[in-house]
């Protein structure tokens, strides 16, 4: 393991939760020097309406499977436990009274939109932020006042294009989703009849 002490923060509705996720995951364990992530399925999303948005601890069961023996990631109910919305700025705080040193993985299309974010120059002076390329959105697009003096470290990886919603969309046209999720994620989805019945697939390698 590595000596570093500093544990990255993964925020996100994890709906389902899929391979690119874990990708960031890795590629910021890798890169960044961390000692573990965290993902944190949130419960009530500020920036997102509720309607349609599976259940919170359902949502936080995929990605208990999803990370099943992958002893450097785990997943955290904080969100999930705290009443009301998911404010970043409340998880930031609180992890890092546990945590001491941490650290804010998000993907550069929703960074980019911070000043809408609650306490928004606080959450920024609060940790470094890593950040996932994501949505078009290029370093140099993160030079406005807001980010001015803000440790941004950026992942080298190839742009995110698989998303939760293009996930939910394929089950509930009943396309084959092999390769996007984890096979033990896809099996929940199943055996739960989420989204819709995932069609039957060669098993993954």
């Given at each position: 393991m590595s000596s570093c002490s500093r544990v990255g923060l993964f925020g996100g509705t994890f709906d389902p939760i899929h391979n690119a996720h874990l990708e960031v995951a890795r590629q910021s364990l890798a890169q960044m020097n961390l000692s573990k992530v965290i993902l944190i399925p949130?419960?009530?999303?500020?920036?997102?309406s509720e309607e349609g948005m599976t259940e919170a601890d359902v949502r936080y069961e995929m990605v208990k499977l999803a990370i099943k023996?992958?002893?450097d990631l785990e997943v955290s109910p904080v969100e999930i436990n705290r009443k009301g919305p998911s404010y970043t700025i409340d998880t930031l705080k609180e992890m890092k009274k546990v945590y001491g040193e941490i650290a804010f993985i998000v993907g550069a299309d929703n960074l980019i939109n911070i000043d809408t974010w609650k306490e928004p120059e606080k959450l920024l002076d609060s940790c470094p932020f890593i950040v996932a390329p994501r949505g078009?959105?290029?370093?140099?697009?993160?030079?406005?006042?807001?980010?001015?003096g803000?440790?941004?470290?950026?992942?080298?990886?190839?742009?995110?294009?698989l998303s939760s919603t293009e996930v939910r969309e394929r089950i509930m046209e009943g396309q084959p989703v092999d390769g996007m999720v984890p096979q033990r994620v896809r099996n929940f989805i199943r055996e739960n009849n989420l989204y819709k019945v995932v069609p039957e697939e060669v098993s993954e390698s």
């Open positions: 949130s419960k009530h999303p500020p920036h997102k023996g992958k002893d078009g959105i290029l370093k140099g697009d993160f030079e406005k006042d807001i980010f001015r803000k440790d941004l470290r950026f992942l080298n990886m190839g742009e995110i294009s």
